[in-house]
C-alpha cells in the first residue's frame, strides 16, 4: 500500500519562536541549543537537527482522540524549521529514521490501537507496509522507541 509521511505543519509553532525564555517557561516550553549532529529530531522537518541549531522543547497533544489511547508527550521543533512549508515522504522513510529504533503503532478510524511492532529503523518500511495492509488500519504513529517520543504520523496515500 501506498503511504504518506508529514511533518507537523509550522503553523501553530511559528508564535512560539518570537516569545522570550521567561515567556515560553510559563508555557511548559524550552529552548534548547542541539550539542550534537543526531539526538535532536524536529517534529516538522523530521530532520535531526544540526549542531548549534536552536529548537524548542514543547508538550505536545499528537494523539488527539476520543479514547484510551489518547496520548500527548514533548517533541522538539527547529526554529530553522518554522521558516518552511511542512515536509511529506511518500513511499519512502525520513532520513533519519534508518537510525533509529522505532515503535510502530497501528490505530483504527476510532483512534484505537490495532497492532504495534518494535522495528529497527532499516526496518521499518516494511513493517510500515504490513500495519497499513491490516483490516481496520486507518493510520500509524512512529515512535522514537528509546526515549518513547512522538515521532510522526503515517497515512495511506
Do not use: K, W
Request: glycine share 6%; proline share 8%.
Amino acid at each position: 500500500m501506498s503511504f504518506v509521511i508529514r511533518g507537523l505543519s509550522p503553523e501553530p509553532f511559528r508564535p512560539l519562536s518570537a516569545l522570550d525564555d521567561a515567556a515560553l517557561a510559563a508555557r511548559n516550553i524550552r529552548r534548547v541549543v542541539a550539542d550534537a549532529d543526531h539526538g535532536f529530531p524536529c517534529r516538522v522537518s523530521l530532520q535531526d537537527a544540526r549542531q548549534g541549531e536552536t529548537l524548542l522543547l514543547l508538550p505536545h497533544q499528537h494523539h488527539d482522540v476520543a479514547g484510551p489511547y489518547r496520548a500527548s508527550g514533548p517533541i522538539f521543533v527547529s526554529e530553522a524549521a518554522l521558516q518552511a512549508a511542512a515536509v511529506e515522504f511518500r513511499d519512502t522513510l525520513p532520513p533519519s529514521f534508518p537510525r533509529r529504533l522505532l515503535s510502530l503503532r497501528a490505530y483504527d478510524a476510532d483512534g484505537m490501537m490495532r497492532d504495534a511492532e518494535v522495528v529497527e529503523g532499516v526496518d521499518a518500511l516494511t513493517y510500515l507496509q504490513r500495519l497499513l495492509d491490516l483490516p481496520g488500519v486507518a493510520y500509524l504513529h512512529v515512535h522514537n522507541a528509546r526515549r518513547g517520543c512522538y515521532a510522526c504520523r503515517v497515512d495511506p496515500a
